[in-house]
Nanobody
């Protein structure tokens, strides 16, 4: 089982990025999927999640209205569209999959997002 995250990079404040997380060895549609992030010197924090078999999504308050999580069943991929990025969004972003919103058994390797002018 492997989750491969990509799409990070350097972007100016107000810009956009789309992160992708491709799964191998498991079918993402059967799992709750989520994105987390960890900024330097800070704890890892939950960003967004989507329960298995649904399109219902949930967001942390600090990204609500700016980020969108989605799932492409055919590509076995989960995305995080990030708009109106702020410097405080700078972090390593991780995708995860698991049986529920409180248990994630599988983690991607992380992709760095840096928001700076």
């Amino acid at each position: 089982v492997q989750l491969q995250a990509s799409g990070g990079g350097l972007v100016q404040p107000g810009g956009s990025l789309r992160l992708a997380c491709v799964a191998s060895g498991l079918t993402l549609n059967y799992y709750t999927i989520a994105w987390f992030r960890q900024a330097p010197g800070k704890e890892r924090e939950w960003v967004s999640c989507m329960s298995s078999g649904t399109i219902s999504s949930h967001y942390a308050d600090f990204v609500k209205g700016r980020f969108t999580i989605s799932r492409d069943k055919a590509k076995n991929t989960v995305y995080l569209q990030m708009n109106s990025l702020k410097p405080e969004d700078t972090a390593v972003y991780y995708c995860a999959a698991g049986p529920s919103t409180v248990q994630f058994n599988y983690w991607g390797q992380g992709t760095q997002v840096t928001v700076s002018s």
